[in-house]
Nanobody, 124 residues
């Protein structure tokens, strides 16, 4: 089992950068693919980015490609989301998620464990 705690959210201005962190507990963190999802008010939760268990494969939503970077440190049981060139439409609650599946997924259903989320607000 994995427990996830996000941090690093806040209020920033358009064009700024922000780094989110996700701290995981559990002995088998390095076996899990990790993902970030987000949910804006009145919208469904959407995929942002994911990274494979060993960090060799990453996926990005088209809306964040080139602006966001996911990384992980298995020794520290941490996942990071570096966000740059932030836009007002990036405003959402950001969730960290862990997947025990074989494939690196982009659907919410691919992920077994979720954090509580951290709010990111981008003012224009």
């Amino acid at each position: 089992q994995v427990q996830l705690v996000e941090s690093g959210g806040g209020l920033v201005q358009a064009g700024d950068s922000l780094r989110l962190s996700c701290a995981a507990s559990g002995r088998t963190f390095s076996n899990y693919h990790m993902g970030w999802f987000r949910q804006a008010p009145g919208k469904e939760r959407e995929f942002v980015t994911a990274i494979s268990y060993n960090g060799r494969d990453t996926r990005y939503a088209d809306s964040v490609k080139g602006r966001f970077t996911i990384s992980r440190d298995n020794t520290k049981k941490m996942v990071y989301l570096q966000m740059g060139s932030l836009k007002a439409e990036d405003t959402a609650v950001y969730y960290c998620a862990a997947s025990s599946g074989f494939w690196l997924g982009e659907r919410s259903g691919d992920y077994n464990y979720w954090g509580q989320g951290t709010q990111v607000t981008v003012s224009s």
